[in-house]
């Protein structure tokens, strides 16, 4: 494996005289078979060795947490080994998370011991409430239960029982997270799940009272005057491609084509299926991710034009009925997190610079557009999928001049 995903002499020859060769060719043709990308394994390779070294492994052994925090942070200060990135605490987490994902693939990672029972079933009957009861996206209920089971495994070493669970643990675990450098809005991320996990056990359960009101996160400001997303000029650029593209180009002019110009969110993308596509009668379907409702749009041309293009001559023929599949056998659907990089790659590319990048740059500037064409909040609103006209009146801030009488909502000639 390592011979056929490093290229030069000198990188092949230290790949093959590390330690763990074997275990590491295993890791990296099972990541290969799952459909990772040549050069995405090339990086994990490279930071294998680097974990070899800072722990000094040369055979198989039980590794433990605090020995990876202990590497990540000697990773951060370690700056003969940084070629690309400079070493910084931003390199740490790259480091721990490879490095983490590997001893657990060959099962020696030393983990926290497992939750009990009770805990165990509560996470089982949260993530049911969040989909259930709660409606909300599949996304939203993978992240709040992500981080949901993470407090869990914090919260077992100081409590037999949740109901013992004070505002005291909340704090001191807020604490913890804050010391791993978190951004603001990851911290309130956090928050949110576990405010939804309190409140879940207050209204199902009827205990731990007055728990979840005192859950606060740390103050970020929604609005700085700058745009959330680029100009539309800058948007049009991103969709102009030149009439030779290679694979990789066709689809994410695809995937950019719904970005900009309906405002999707990457989960909604993903979702997207080829009967939702009506040729006929030029109408596209979307499944919200949000509360699951179902929206059609005129199917606009530029649209229908990449879509097609991308059918015949990129996606592979399989029997996945998902409109954007992986390259690589198995074909499958791809993932949201796919989406982010692809945009971000090609506004960098293009020097387009913006207060948020990513897919979600794009429906901001979708929205802001809108909005400077004289489109109503309400309509706009509508159109995006929210329910309230609260979740966009900060396009309204960054526009200002643009609140003027309700215009006739069409799609026609936003490119």
């Known amino acids: 494996m390592i011979e056929s ?13 590390a330690p763990l060769l074997r275990q590491r060719e295993d890791y990296l043709a099972h990541l290969f078979r799952g459909g990772l990308k040549i050069r995405s394994l090339q990086s994990k390779a490279s930071l294998l060795i680097h974990v070899l ?33 400079p070493a910084s605490d931003r390199t740490a987490p790259a480091l721990r998370r490879v490095a983490l994902d590997f001893f657990r693939y060959h099962q020696w990672m030393s983990e926290l011991p497992a939750p009990t029972q009770s805990f165990a079933t509560l996470l089982t ?22 981080r949901a089971s993470e407090f869990l495994n914090w919260i077992f070493g100081r409590h037999d ?46 205990c731990i009272r007055n728990i979840a009101s005192g859950i606060c996160g740390m103050s970020v400001p929604k609005y700085d005057g700058a745009s959330l997303g680029p ?17 990789g180009e066709i689809r994410t002019k695809a995937i950019l084509t719904l970005c900009a110009i309906y405002g999707l969110r990457s989960g909604e993308i993903v979702d997207l299926r080829l009967e939702d596509f009506d040729w006929h009668s030029e109408i596209l379907t979307v499944r919200r991710g949000k509360r699951g409702r179902v929206q ?25 009925r998902h409109l954007f599949v992986t390259r690589v056998y198995p074909h499958k659907p791809i993932l949201p997190t796919t989406l982010r990089p692809l945009v971000v790659k090609r506004m960098i ?47 309204a801030k960054h526009d200002p001049r643009s609140l003027r009488t309700v215009a006739a909502f069409s799609l026609a000639g936003v490119l």
């Open 5 to 17: 995903i490093i290229v030069r002499p000198n990188a092949r020859a230290r790949h093959l005289q």
């Open 125 to 146: 009957d949260f993530t049911r409430y969040l989909r259930e009861t709660k409606g909300l996206a599949l996304s939203t209920i993978r992240s709040y239960g992500a």
């Open 296 to 320: 059609q749009f005129p199917l606009q041309f530029e649209v229908g034009e990449a879509i097609l293009q991308y059918l015949k001559s990129v996606r592979p023929r399989c029997p996945c």
């Open 231 to 247: 100009s539309w000029s800058n948007v049009r650029r991103l969709l102009r491609f030149p009439s030779k593209m290679s694979p």
């Open 161 to 206: 029982g949740f109901e013992n669970v004070t505002l005291l643990d909340i704090d001191d675990y807020l604490d913890f997270k804050r010391s791993e450098r978190l951004q603001p809005r990851t911290i309130n991320v956090i928050c949110n799940s576990l405010r939804a996990l309190f409140l879940f056990v207050e209204s199902e359960r009827g």
């Open 53 to 85: 070294r800072l722990l000094c492994i040369s055979a198989p052994r039980e590794v433990t947490l605090d020995e990876l925090q202990l590497a990540a942070a000697a990773w951060s200060k370690d700056t003969a080994f940084h070629k690309t990135l």
């Open 349 to 395: 590319h293009l020097g387009i610079k913006s207060e948020k990048m990513g897919t979600h740059a794009l429906r901001h500037a979708c929205a802001t557009e809108l909005l400077r064409k004289g489109s109503s909040l309400k309509d706009i609103a509508d159109f995006l999928g929210h329910r309230s006209l609260g979740s966009v009146s900060v396009y």
